[in-house]
């Protein structure tokens, strides 16, 4: 659910807050040793970074998430627009073609706890970034880990509303 979470609040533009979720999704995870997990979660990383963090960086984690879901049979989730190859989500920046394959084919043979640690450090590479170009605090207590509204979606998410049914809420 931290994953879908994440996505949510990204596209109502918190970006505080979709780091979070997704930096918990990747903690999990990895915690779970569980690939397919990594696979959205990288992905979905992946797609909140957008241009933020090192193009190389990115390219790496953009061939670790293709290689874990070819490897667990992942097909297209809900946050990837249709008919377009998963990298050409990356940006690659000022960087070089060859650099960026190379990191890309250097991404794809990463292991599964390298993928984890690498997802993380962008994530929190751009929480730090974003924290320190606005004057909101990004961390909350565990008391207020979710806002109320994060807490009205996981419900909905429980319940099994689609992503667009809890958006008409």
């Given at each position: 659910?931290?994953?879908?979470?994440?996505?949510?609040?990204?596209?109502?533009?918190?970006?505080?807050?979709?780091?979070?979720?997704?930096?918990?999704?990747?903690?999990?995870?990895?915690?779970?040793?569980?690939?397919?997990?990594?696979?959205?979660?990288?992905?979905?990383?992946?797609?909140?970074?957008?241009?933020?963090?090192?193009?190389?960086?990115?390219?790496?984690?953009?061939?670790?998430?293709?290689?874990?879901?070819?490897?667990?049979?992942?097909?297209?989730?809900?946050w990837e627009p249709a008919?377009?190859?998963?990298?050409?989500?990356?940006?690659?920046?000022?960087?070089?073609?060859?650099?960026?394959?190379?990191?890309?084919?250097?991404?794809?043979?990463?292991?599964?706890?390298?993928?984890?640690r690498l997802a993380l450090?962008?994530?929190?590479?751009?929480?730090?970034?974003?924290?320190?170009?606005?004057?909101?605090?990004?961390?909350?207590?565990?008391?207020?880990?979710?806002?109320?509204?994060?807490?009205?979606?996981?419900?909905?998410?429980?319940?099994?509303?689609?992503?667009?049914a809890i958006g008409r809420?």
């Amino acid at each position: 659910a931290h994953i879908e979470l994440g996505m949510i609040v990204a596209q109502q533009g918190d970006l505080p807050s979709a780091l979070r979720h997704l930096r918990t999704a990747l903690e999990t995870s990895g915690r779970l040793r569980d690939r397919y997990l990594l696979s959205l979660g990288a992905r979905a990383a992946l797609t909140v970074l957008g241009g933020r963090g090192d193009p190389v960086e990115r390219a790496r984690l953009a061939g670790a998430a293709d290689a874990l879901r070819q490897a667990t049979g992942g097909g297209r989730v809900p946050w990837e627009p249709a008919q377009v190859q998963p990298t050409a989500l990356v940006t690659r920046g000022s960087h070089p073609e060859a650099d960026w394959e190379a990191a890309y084919r250097e991404g794809r043979a990463l292991p599964a706890g390298e993928v984890v640690r690498l997802a993380l450090r962008l994530v929190d590479e751009a929480a730090t970034s974003d924290a320190e170009s606005s004057s909101m605090p990004t961390h909350k207590g565990p008391e207020n880990l979710l806002s109320a509204r994060e807490h009205e979606v996981l419900r909905l998410v429980a319940q099994g509303l689609s992503t667009k049914a809890i958006g008409r809420t």
